[in-house]
C-alpha cells in the first residue's frame, strides 16, 4: 500500500464509518439534550489517538515487568503529567466560569482489591478498558469475548459495591483542596519525575540502553497525521488535549467503565431484573443513567465513538483485519480476564482511565493507590500468563 493511500479492501470501512459518525453526530445534535454530540467528536479522537500511537497500559506493563523496557510506561507518566498541568488550575477554582469536578473516590480496601483484580484482568483479558474498545475497533473478535465478560463482571461489581464500600477506608481525599492547586502540581510533578527517573534506571540497568520516546515522524506529516503510525508522543499530546476537552465539555475527566456496569444493568432489567433495587443504581445520577436513554450517558457516548474512531484509524490505516479463528485457550483468558476486569473497575471505582488517569490528574489520593495496587496485581497477572502457559518464563 502506498503512503497516504488508503488499501482497496478498507475502502467500505472507511465510507461506512464516515456515515455512521455522520448519523449519529447528527441524531445526539437533535435528539438528545446537552453537548453529547460533543463527547462522541471527543471520543471519535480518542479512539484514533489511541490506535494511531499503538497507546495502552496492559502491553506496556507487561513489556517493562518481563523486560524492563520502559517505553510505555514513560508515555504514561508524561500523559500524567501533561494532564495534570491542564487539569489542576480548572479544578483549583482559577476560572470561575468552567465548571468542572474532580474524579474524586474514597480510599479504602475496595480501591485495593478492586485495581489488584483489575491487573490481573488487563494481563489475561489482553487489554485494559481503552486498549478493549480501541483493538476491538481495530477487528480484534477475540476482545468483543473480553468486552462481553467486562460488562457482565462491572454489573456483579456494581451489586456487590456498597459491601465492598463498608470495609475499612477513607473519604475521597483532595491534594488540591489540601494544598490549593499551585502547591499540589508542584507536588505531583516531583512524584511523577521521581517515577520517570526510576523507571528510567531501572531500564537502563537491565538493557543498557534507553529506547527514547518517539516524537519525530520518519515521514510527511499530514500523511503520518491521518493514516498513522504515530509517534509516541503524538499520542501523549492527544490523548491529554482530548481528555482536557472532555474536562470542560462534560464537566468531569475521560472515563470508561462506568458504561459498561450501565449497560448490563440495563440488560438486566430488560429480562426481568431489578437492578433498581441496588443500591448503586438506586439514587443519584446513577438511578437517572438507569433510567434513561444510554446516548444521554456522557461515558456510554464516548465509548461508542472510541470504538468507531478505532475502526476508522485502522481502516486508514490498513490494519482493520478481523481475526475470526481463536483458540480454546484465548478464550478462556478473555472469559477470566473480561471478569476481573468488570468487576475490579467497578470495585475500583474505574479503570486505567477512569481511576488511574483521572483520579491522579484529579489531584484524588485514590488515583495514586489505584497505581500501586494495580501494577501489582500486573506483576500476578503476568506470572499466571506463564502459569497458563501463555507466555514463556521470563529470563533470570
Given at each position: 500500500m502506498k503512503s497516504g493511500s488508503v488499501h482497496l479492501t478498507d475502502q467500505p470501512v472507511v465510507l461506512m464509518v464516515s456515515l455512521s459518525v455522520l448519523g449519529i453526530a447528527l441524531y445526539l445534535q437533535h435528539a438528545i439534550a446537552g453537548l453529547q454530540y460533543l463527547t462522541?467528536?471527543?471520543?471519535?479522537g480518542l479512539g484514533i489517538a489511541l490506535m494511531h500511537a499503538a497507546f495502552g497500559f496492559s502491553g506496556s506493563w507487561r513489556v517493562f515487568i518481563r523486560e524492563r523496557d520502559g517505553r510505555g510506561i514513560r508515555a504514561q507518566l508524561l500523559?500524567?503529567?501533561?494532564?495534570?498541568?491542564?487539569?489542576?488550575?480548572?479544578?483549583?477554582?482559577?476560572f470561575p466560569s468552567i465548571q468542572a469536578s474532580s474524579a474524586l473516590a474514597p480510599v479504602g480496601t475496595s480501591i485495593?482489591?478492586?485495581?489488584?483484580?483489575?491487573?490481573i484482568g488487563m494481563q489475561l483479558g489482553g487489554g485494559c478498558g481503552s486498549g478493549t474498545l480501541y483493538t476491538m475497533g481495530q477487528g480484534q473478535v477475540d476482545m468483543l469475548i473480553t468486552l462481553t465478560f467486562f460488562i457482565?463482571?462491572?454489573t456483579v461489581g456494581s451489586a456487590h459495591l456498597h459491601w465492598w464500600l463498608s470495609l475499612p477506608g477513607y473519604e475521597s481525599i483532595s491534594v488540591i483542596e489540601h494544598f490549593g492547586w499551585r502547591q499540589a502540581l508542584l507536588l505531583q510533578l516531583v512524584l511523577l519525575v521521581a517515577l520517570y527517573v526510576l523507571v528510567r534506571f531501572l531500564d537502563i540497568k537491565r538493557n543498557g540502553s534507553l529506547n527514547a520516546v518517539e516524537?519525530?515522524?520518519?515521514?510527511?506529516f499530514l500523511p503520518r497525521l491521518i493514516h498513522g503510525q504515530w509517534p509516541l508522543?503524538?499520542?501523549?499530546v492527544a490523548l491529554a488535549i482530548l481528555n482536557f476537552a472532555t474536562l470542560i465539555v462534560a464537566g468531569h475527566p475521560w472515563s470508561i467503565t462506568y458504561a459498561f456496569g450501565l449497560w448490563g444493568a440495563k440488560l438486566w432489567s430488560a429480562v426481568g431484573g431489578d437492578p433498581a433495587s441496588w443500591a448503586y443504581w438506586s439514587s443519584g445520577y446513577s438511578?437517572?443513567?438507569?433510567?434513561?436513554?444510554?446516548?444521554?450517558?456522557?461515558?456510554?457516548?464516548?465509548?461508542?465513538?472510541?470504538?468507531?474512531?478505532?475502526?476508522?484509524a485502522a481502516a486508514l490505516a490498513g490494519k482493520f483485519a478481523p481475526a475470526m479463528k481463536i483458540t480454546r485457550m484465548r478464550v478462556f483468558t478473555a472469559v477470566v480476564g473480561g471478569l476481573l476486569l468488570g468487576y475490579g473497575a467497578r470495585l475500583g471505582f474505574g479503570c486505567n482511565i477512569g481511576a488511574l488517569v483521572a483520579g491522579i490528574s484529579s489531584g484524588s489520593v485514590h488515583g495514586w493507590l489505584w497505581l500501586v495496587a494495580g501494577f501489582s496485581g500486573g506483576i500476578a497477572g503476568v506470572y499466571v500468563r506463564i502459569w497458563l502457559k501463555v507466555d514463556k518464563p521470563m529470563e533470570s
Amino acid at each position: 500500500m502506498k503512503s497516504g493511500s488508503v488499501h482497496l479492501t478498507d475502502q467500505p470501512v472507511v465510507l461506512m464509518v464516515s456515515l455512521s459518525v455522520l448519523g449519529i453526530a447528527l441524531y445526539l445534535q437533535h435528539a438528545i439534550a446537552g453537548l453529547q454530540y460533543l463527547t462522541f467528536i471527543i471520543g471519535l479522537g480518542l479512539g484514533i489517538a489511541l490506535m494511531h500511537a499503538a497507546f495502552g497500559f496492559s502491553g506496556s506493563w507487561r513489556v517493562f515487568i518481563r523486560e524492563r523496557d520502559g517505553r510505555g510506561i514513560r508515555a504514561q507518566l508524561l500523559l500524567l503529567a501533561l494532564t495534570s498541568i491542564l487539569f489542576f488550575p480548572v479544578l483549583g477554582q482559577v476560572f470561575p466560569s468552567i465548571q468542572a469536578s474532580s474524579a474524586l473516590a474514597p480510599v479504602g480496601t475496595s480501591i485495593v482489591v478492586g485495581a489488584f483484580l483489575f491487573g490481573i484482568g488487563m494481563q489475561l483479558g489482553g487489554g485494559c478498558g481503552s486498549g478493549t474498545l480501541y483493538t476491538m475497533g481495530q477487528g480484534q473478535v477475540d476482545m468483543l469475548i473480553t468486552l462481553t465478560f467486562f460488562i457482565v463482571g462491572a454489573t456483579v461489581g456494581s451489586a456487590h459495591l456498597h459491601w465492598w464500600l463498608s470495609l475499612p477506608g477513607y473519604e475521597s481525599i483532595s491534594v488540591i483542596e489540601h494544598f490549593g492547586w499551585r502547591q499540589a502540581l508542584l507536588l505531583q510533578l516531583v512524584l511523577l519525575v521521581a517515577l520517570y527517573v526510576l523507571v528510567r534506571f531501572l531500564d537502563i540497568k537491565r538493557n543498557g540502553s534507553l529506547n527514547a520516546v518517539e516524537w519525530r515522524s520518519s515521514g510527511e506529516f499530514l500523511p503520518r497525521l491521518i493514516h498513522g503510525q504515530w509517534p509516541l508522543l503524538w499520542g501523549v499530546v492527544a490523548l491529554a488535549i482530548l481528555n482536557f476537552a472532555t474536562l470542560i465539555v462534560a464537566g468531569h475527566p475521560w472515563s470508561i467503565t462506568y458504561a459498561f456496569g450501565l449497560w448490563g444493568a440495563k440488560l438486566w432489567s430488560a429480562v426481568g431484573g431489578d437492578p433498581a433495587s441496588w443500591a448503586y443504581w438506586s439514587s443519584g445520577y446513577s438511578a437517572h443513567a438507569l433510567k434513561n436513554s444510554v446516548l444521554a450517558d456522557t461515558t456510554s457516548v464516548m465509548d461508542f465513538g472510541i470504538i468507531l474512531g478505532a475502526m476508522l484509524a485502522a481502516a486508514l490505516a490498513g490494519k482493520f483485519a478481523p481475526a475470526m479463528k481463536i483458540t480454546r485457550m484465548r478464550v478462556f483468558t478473555a472469559v477470566v480476564g473480561g471478569l476481573l476486569l468488570g468487576y475490579g473497575a467497578r470495585l475500583g471505582f474505574g479503570c486505567n482511565i477512569g481511576a488511574l488517569v483521572a483520579g491522579i490528574s484529579s489531584g484524588s489520593v485514590h488515583g495514586w493507590l489505584w497505581l500501586v495496587a494495580g501494577f501489582s496485581g500486573g506483576i500476578a497477572g503476568v506470572y499466571v500468563r506463564i502459569w497458563l502457559k501463555v507466555d514463556k518464563p521470563m529470563e533470570s
